[in-house]
């Protein structure tokens, strides 16, 4: 899918805004090349392409502020990009706009072990955070699959998950705090190295905001103490109606693992021919469940989680025994995605969330689904909170079967909104689920939301064709929602 | 303090503006008489005082949103108010405004096990929750003293905590979802019963934000299961360095207990007279710690922490080894504020937070003040996330010794500030810190707070007066922030 042709008189200022931007951001830091720009024009989704107008790589706040400040006087579409793997075109460039990359913002800015807390620029990589404290002992929590390559800018910009965020909460509950850049160029500190400062919670407000209210330049995120203990249970089932159940007695219990996922069949047979985990071969469903604190507690739950497995009717159970051996458990599911990628020419990854219990239903509704398209899917996720990856199989190069694709996937998420559920997990809406919100949210709500974006940005140059469906002018969005207020409760007595 | 008079004309439409409300809450559901009126006069804290002009306690969601349209079409500010416990003043009424009492909203409306969500009307009281799914096992996390009194749409409006927040976050991490009204009488649903979903995250802004963006009709909050063991430890310390030391031990050996509360002598004799909970009268500084979790965890950490402890040089520790013993050692700290009403005429609680580490200097600075003003001060406090809760006697009677009190705790909250800390833990803004705002925030930062505020109430008719010193005009706020960016870079180039 490409974006919509630039606008009249677009392209007769771009000689001119390259210019501009070259007197802010020096040498190679501003791209106008065609050939090069093509680096830019992919978002982690091979579906969307489309090369920016110009790309600019600046490498510091006060060049950040000056670039947005020239695109906003000048009426130029700005959008952010960290490392570019949400999966859901977050950050695909537009034909007629600049494309800001954080790239250059690599640097881990202070370690403060005292309050927990490191600070660090946008573009230093998931992984990288721990890294830099993991020589005292500490690590930071959430844990998306793409944590080699995503950055903690784009983490914050789609609120990332992962493995561990069933115990240790998503990217929001693992911010305290953040710099950031308006579209007009204004710099703001939000939050601190603190629960709650006052005010209103504005980092949990960009925490997921996918790029359209700002572009952060600081990130300020909370550290944990590696837990004294870690093991991994590799349970298999001979269903999944079973593996679900498991998942239901196991939180029912009141236990919470660090990390509970679920793979299929198809899934499992990946896995096991790419990495060779040790997956057993004769399982419809595998559980590998995580269980991290003090020794004493960690082998007590893998008993008693053992306990439950056998009760729910796991068919085999293996708990790792060393560090080395709980590693080459996880390793096939960190390489469910490319493993995939080996047996089918194309995937499309979906990302939507259910309640728990509506698990053997929905994967029934997808299976069916699966004949009708005359598609294959693979199921991978986390269990735990209900979050689904179904990795739908296709090939672009026969004909229909891209738009088959799609659709099959936009029916997985209507199904899963029509289960009680919601459109999205960790991925955004981006351009992908866009123009789903309207299944999701009233357009009470949705108007709600944009005159949210109006107080960051009112001309609605940042990111946009992101997230909502249509783009209010901002001046329209009074009216329409009193209206709709008086229409729905019209008894207003007048005095 | 009282708030300033009403403006002109506002009373010429009282008598209208009663019988209009009387046209949408029928029966006594309207109060207009003066003496009846003073029973709203106060919000927990003795030294604001102010009846409103009205009081209005709708019953349904339609009434609700009726009596907003018609303020707001009216031209009348409103104060929405839970048990009004906040202690910072922020249900303080207005004497030219409506009084939004939300005491009817009183029932729990949906226990959803399945999903571990629990959905009630904001007047639930924050103990009713953990009432209704206590016979199944589970309970509902934050804990704020005063949860026998205080609303879920209270906890909502101030993101309240309590001793558990430290494991088991903040009000702000246990909401899944909300029904509110705007201003005009809009009435929205944000989130639902799981984690993000899509859009931006207006559940998190709303929490925290003190009334002033809405009015809170329905919130679905998250349950969690009753852990199978809790044990609390009594640890008595020399002096308050040495049971700072003893949290910085803990916390730096990864162990998050469920809550880790300090108390100072005067706040273990004051407890100690009152209710009897068994704490050692010959200590400076008490620590009660509590540990949940699989028993044979929860053994092993008291095991552990009683060896921290020891290494910090405690002098006394005492484990509970039964439910009625735990219980009682908790008596004593959720009596603390009472008790301290006791030996004092009056007192003073401040809230704010620190860094955990810069805890003893804070102290030591607090005495030296205490000394200055002549004032004692009792010390209680979350000590695991740095929450200070000074409770500053004083004598109401004695001229001079209220604005004395003021002074110290408003010279307490700067300290916070200075030391890294921020304004407030808990209790919000309100009235009380309002003008403390700019001590934290920049003016870059509190125009875009309120700008956010612009989006849901554009006339600032709800509860103004709270949280921000001064209330801009919302088209006073675009240009105002455009030239602070320009100015702090002003080298942008042109074209």
Known sequence: MLMPAPEEGTLAKRGALVDALRAIVPGEGVIDDPAALRAFESDGLTAYRQPPMIAVLPSTVEQVSAVLALCHREGVKVVPRGAGTSLSG????????????????????????????????????????????????????????????????????ENSGGVHCLKYGLTTNNILGL??????????????????????????????????????????????????????????????????????????????????????RYAIQAAEAFVEAGYPLDVEALLIIELDGPTVEVDYLVDRIGALCREAGAVSLRASENEAERERFWAGRKAAFPAVGRISPDYYCMDGTIPRHKLPVVLTRMAAMSQRYGLRVANVFHAGDGNLHPLILYDANQPGELERAEEFGAEILKLCVEVGGVLTGEHGVGVEKRDLMGEMFTEIDLNQQQRVKCAFDPEGRLNPGKVFPVLHRCAELGRVHVRKGETRFPDIPRF
């Open 179 to 264: 710099q950031m850049v308006l579209m007009d160029g204004t710099v703001l500190r939000l939050g601190g190295r603190h629960l709650d400062p006052g005010g209103y919670d504005l980092v949990g407000l960009m925490t997921g905001s996918e790029g359209l209210l700002g572009v952060i330049t600081e990130v300020t995120v909370r550290i944990l103490r590696r837990p004294e203990s870690q093991r991994a249970l590799l349970v298999g089932f001979p269903d999944s109606e079973s593996a679900g159940d498991c998942v239901a007695r196991i939180i029912g219990a009141g236990i919470i693992p660090a990390g509970m996922e679920m793979m299929d």
């Open 90 to 157: 977050g950050a695909l460039p537009l034909a007629d706009g600049v494309l800001l990359g954080l790239g250059k913002f690599n640097r881990v800015l202070e370690i403060d072990y005292g309050n927990r807390a490191v600070v660090v620029q946008p573009g230093v990589t998931n992984l990288a955070v721990t890294g830099a404290v993991a020589a005292e002992g500490f690590y930071y929590a959430p844990d998306p699959s793409s944590q080699i390559a995503c950055t903690i800018g784009g983490n914050v910009a």
